[in-house]
């Protein structure tokens, strides 16, 4: 348990690589956002077996970390985290699909494989990325520029109250765990009948505490609407930026360069 | 300004569940005064400190702030002239930076963005957090956090000042810092408090409470000797008042007059 809540305290890490200065955290947020929403929609729109048309795709992720300095190991790290899931997912083709799709020599790789190793790689480009937008512009931004975008303002104070308690829930689930595991001796997993009574503890808790909150946010003037001041400009770069990133996506998602690439050298080398 | 004046008129509060809150309890606070209410746990001084900004409404009784009477309708005068601190500033600072959540009062006031970036900065300097202003609040120090909660409330420039066990878990530094912060200060103030030393050092009047009624309201320097009504209200004297625990003797004390 201390670990996963080490996990979420590391969490924190990330708005401070967000206070960094680059040109890539110089970007308007809106623009941030949307180039990586639209590098998610295109790496997702691939057809289930495309690995090399996938592999240029990573070119956008690297760049952006080499500009804006970022820990690649750390956010690889972070993306390892949710991996489980995409192998849950994909887990099943290799049984599923066995159809020989393709020869590396001798060896022959079924369809299965093929389309696992592509969910896998999908999940590394789309979870790097969206790494990438909040490790260089701050989950506060962002909830800001979402706010900008139209989207609907609950759905963005949950969001920014999500990403401010979940520290003190963490926090105070970890104080409980603690507490049990010092007095049940038995080191070993907790037992259902110790777990449930304390999720509901822990329920209690966090209602009590969104009471206090929401008398706090009430004796300042909460109305129903939340307010931030955060100035946003798009300027040339920020133009510069977006249509030359959607530009290149649509090249990749149109031109395969890997395999033109390859052909290009296997002409070349007789 | 009279919007100083608090005055609470026989006032009555039950829970919900049955449990009674407070029972008969009426004070009259003036402008400028700093008064200390002090009581055994469950004595009913959060109870009573949320009646002063109506976030509870009392069963019987009635409030005054300044001129006007609380009421549900003018809720929006009366918490912009009392300035709430709660005890614990996690429950308070709930936006996403420092900056935010100091800003937070200033915005739902309508201010102007410029008036508003000037509100803030002013607080913070208030407090002497300034250099915090881009920090989210989870990653502050119990210490930075209770004056980032300060200054949210300093930000919407309040006359009364309301705050609910301000020294508590903080670490005898940023304890007495804050008692030096809040002595500057010099706004109406009412402090709920466990601290009896705090109170000696910021208030000049104290109201004890027991069982949800006033039991004594006076000079705290007359009430913190009288060990007979402390110990009938539950409490002890404040430390610097009790005999030295090393040579056995009482120790020479001052207190402010």
Avoid at chain 1, 61 to 73: K, R
Avoid at chain 2, 206 to 217: F, K, N, P, S
Wanted: charged share 20%; net charge positive; glycine share 8%.
């Amino acid at each position: 348990m201390g670990h996963i809540s080490q996990q979420f305290f590391d969490l924190g890490y990330l708005d401070t690589l967000a206070s960094g200065d680059s040109p890539v955290h110089r970007l308007d947020p809106r623009v941030k956002l949307i180039t990586t929403l639209a590098f998610i929609a295109t790496v997702v729109s691939f057809d289930k077996y495309s690995i090399s048309g996938l592999i240029p795709f990573a070119i956008f992720p690297a760049v952006q970390i080499s500009i804006a300095g970022l820990p690649a190991g750390y956010l690889l790290k972070k993306v390892l985290w949710v991996s489980p899931f995409a192998v849950l997912v994909g887990i099943f083709n290799p049984l599923i699909d066995q159809d020989i799709l393709l020869h590396i020599g001798s060896i022959g790789i079924s369809g299965g494989w093929v389309s696992f190793s592509s969910i896998l790689i999908r999940c590394l480009l789309t979870v790097t990325s969206a790494l990438i937008l909040i490790a260089s512009t701050g989950f506060d931004t962002l909830c800001a520029a979402l706010q900008r975008l139209g989207v609907p303002r609950p759905f963005v104070v949950q969001l920014m109250f999500l990403y401010r308690y979940i520290f003190v829930l963490m926090d105070e689930a970890t104080r409980m765990v603690r507490a049990v595991s010092l007095r049940s001796f038995n080191s070993g997993a907790m037992h259902f009948r110790i777990f449930v009574p304390m999720m509901g503890h822990l329920l209690l808790r966090t209602l009590d505490r969104s009471q206090r909150i929401h008398l706090a946010m009430k004796c300042r003037g909460f109305d129903g609407h939340i307010r931030v001041i955060r100035f946003m400009k798009i300027r040339s770069t920020d133009i510069f930026f977006a249509t030359g990133c959607l530009t290149f996506f649509i090249v990749l998602k149109y031109c395969n360069i890997s395999y033109e690439l390859g052909h290009l050298i296997t002409r070349l080398i007789p | 300004m009279s919007h100083h004046i608090i005055q609470a008129q026989d006032l009555y509060y039950t829970y919900p569940d049955g449990t009674m809150g407070l029972n008969g309890v009426s004070f009259r606070i003036i402008h400028g005064e700093s008064v200390a209410l002090v009581g055994a746990n469950g004595a009913g001084k959060s109870t009573l400190l949320l009646h002063l900004n109506g976030s509870l409404n009392p069963t019987k009784g009635k409030i005054r702030i300044g001129d006007i009477p609380l009421t549900p309708k003018n809720l929006k005068t009366v918490r912009r002239s009392v300035g709430m601190v709660f005890q614990d500033p996690d429950d308070q600072l709930f936006m996403p930076t420092v900056f935010d959540d100091v800003a937070f009062g200033p915005l739902n006031l309508g201010l102007s963005v410029t008036e508003v970036e000037h509100n803030v900065m002013q607080a913070l300097e208030t407090v002497g957090v300034s250099h915090l202003k881009k920090r989210p609040p989870f990653k502050l120090s119990g210490g930075e956090k209770r004056s980032v909660a300060i200054a949210a409330v300093l930000a919407v420039s309040p006359d009364i000042l309301v705050m609910d066990e301000p020294s508590s878990n903080l670490d005898p530094r940023s304890r007495s810092r804050l008692i030096k912060l809040l002595s500057a200060f010099q706004h109406t103030k009412i402090i709920a408090t466990h601290d009896l030393d705090l109170a000696m050092d910021l208030c000049e009047r104290t109201i004890v409470l027991h069982q949800g009624a006033i039991t004594a309201d006076g000079l705290t320097r007359d009430i913190f000797q009288d060990e007979a009504l402390l110990s009938r209200s539950g409490l002890e004297k404040p430390l610097r008042l009790q005999g030295c625990p090393i040579c056995g003797q009482r120790t020479e004390f001052q207190l402010r007059a």
